[in-house]
């Protein structure tokens, strides 16, 4: 159901930066970059290549947190995530693992980006 997600950031090339980092175990990439007034665009990709996520330049400085969840194929994928996250500094919100009450195989880590958006990577399966 969900097209794209378009963030407004602070330095969207360090935000492009931190996703295709943190997140490189769930196959996120840099799909395309254009630059406007302020700075660039930039379409971040999973392994369909379509840029699903984009950062740019703040259009106003306004407090606007967002929860973003990523899709992770796996539990070591998600623990990948969280291992990056913390090489990167980024804040840990949540340490993996299942959360029941959302359903019974549900496996996510929950972190801050550089933003202060809370980034979700779940796992959906069991696997383990």
């Keep these: 159901m969900l097209d794209h997600v378009a963030l407004q950031c602070a330095d969207p090339a360090g935000a492009a930066d931190f996703y295709t980092t943190v997140f490189a175990a769930l196959g ?7 630059d406007r007034d302020g ?7 999973g392994a369909d290549g379509f840029p699903h996520l984009w950062v ?3 259009d106003d400085s306004g407090h606007r947190p967002i929860h973003l969840a990523l899709t992770a194929p796996s539990r070591e994928a998600v623990d990948d995530v969280f291992a990056a996250a913390r090489a990167a500094g980024a804040s840990i919100l949540h340490e993996p693992r299942v959360w029941p009450e ?3 195989t549900y496996y996510g880590v929950f ?8 980034v979700e990577a779940v796992h ?5």
Excluded at 39 to 45: A, D, H, M, Q, T
Excluded at 111 to 118: A, H, K, S, T, V
Excluded at 124 to 128: A, E, L, T
């Design 28 to 34: 996120v990439r840099e799909a395309m970059r254009y």
């Design 39 to 45: 700075g660039p665009v930039i379409g971040l990709s």
């Design 56 to 58: 740019g330049p703040l």
């Design 102 to 104: 959302y359903h019974a």
């Design 111 to 118: 972190l801050r980006d550089p933003d202060g958006n809370n």
């Design 124 to 128: 959906h399966g069991f696997d383990g």
